[in-house]
């Protein structure tokens, strides 16, 4: 029997249709303001019924009246939908068919719109004693106390696609010269995309921002690494889209903050799974309850 596997964001929410095999039959995605609103849209293009035996929905901690919104809109008593921790899915699918594979201890850290991480301990997700144990957006790189710090973390503010976007355009206003502010049209306008693409373009600023993303990402990879002693820590999430510039400056610097003993044997990888890896865990999840 299938399994719907939903991934609910502050901007989009993602489903997929899983066959009892474990191949994606179908997913969508429905970009709306209301969660309820965008998992109607997901599920009406992926071909979801409710016929689909199960359905399990990843997202970030949600009050309960958020829970049974959604529910709702999968036409569902809340009873029959199982809410899973995102960055659970995201390390089980990873552990699955990803470049955790195999693996008994691994981390997933994903990075795109937020920042989160899903931990693997000795083959099953763990989330801690308040499903809270994967925040890795609240990381702390460095001792300043910025405002931007204290609302979103210190790791989002760096490395997530609005902190990217952030510190190239205090680069522009502070005087560098890049592209990336003609292409985007105006600084508010600017995307992490935007930065990323030109850096792909040899662009110096962007490519100075992208340099320093993977420094941060490195450091956060090897403070999960050094805690949680890993085989494996896999960057996933849209980020992992730019592994081409990433990958090489992320294991540089996790290799260099490792403790001894860890640099030899944790392997540092990006994600190849795409953005509907989140719900596919989720419906992973679901399927195979532990």
């Avoid at 179908?26 to 609103?37: Q, R, T, V």
């Amino acid at each position: 029997m299938d399994t719907l596997g939903l991934h609910v964001t502050p901007r989009v929410t993602r489903a997929v249709l899983l066959s009892a095999k474990g191949d994606v039959r179908h997913s969508a995605a429905g970009e709306h303001a209301d969660p309820a609103a965008a998992v109607r849209a997901a599920i009406r293009d992926s071909g979801a019924t409710r016929k689909s035996a199960r359905a399990a929905v990843a997202m970030a901690r949600a009050e309960p009246a958020g829970r049974a919104a959604i529910a709702k809109a999968l036409g569902r008593p809340l009873a029959e939908v199982q809410f899973v921790d995102e960055g659970a899915a995201a390390v089980a699918v990873e552990a699955w068919n990803g470049a955790a594979r195999g693996a008994r201890h691994a981390v997933c850290l994903w990075i795109g719109d937020t920042v989160f991480a899903g931990i693997l301990l000795d083959g099953k997700p763990w989330t801690g004693a308040r499903g809270l144990a994967g925040s890795a957006a609240w990381l702390t790189l460095n001792p300043v106390d910025r405002q931007d710090y204290r609302k979103y973390g210190g790791l989002a503010a760096e490395v997530s696609d609005r902190g990217i976007a952030s510190r190239i355009a205090w680069r522009i206003q502070a005087g560098d010269s890049s592209d990336v502010l003609e292409r985007a049209g105006q600084l508010e306008a600017i995307t992490a995309t935007h930065v990323y693409e030109a850096a792909r373009r040899g662009d110096g600023v962007a490519l100075s921002v992208v340099r320093d993303t993977g420094r941060y990402i490195g450091m956060a990879a090897a403070n999960l690494a050094n805690v949680i002693d890993p085989e494996v820590v896999v960057i996933a999430g849209p980020v992992a889209a730019y592994a081409d510039l990433l990958l090489e400056p992320v294991r540089q610097e996790c290799i260099r903050r490792l403790a001894p003993g860890l640099a030899d044997t944790v392997r540092c990888e990006m994600s190849s799974l795409g953005a509907e890896a989140v719900a596919a865990g989720a419906a992973r999840l679901a399927a195979s309850p532990s």
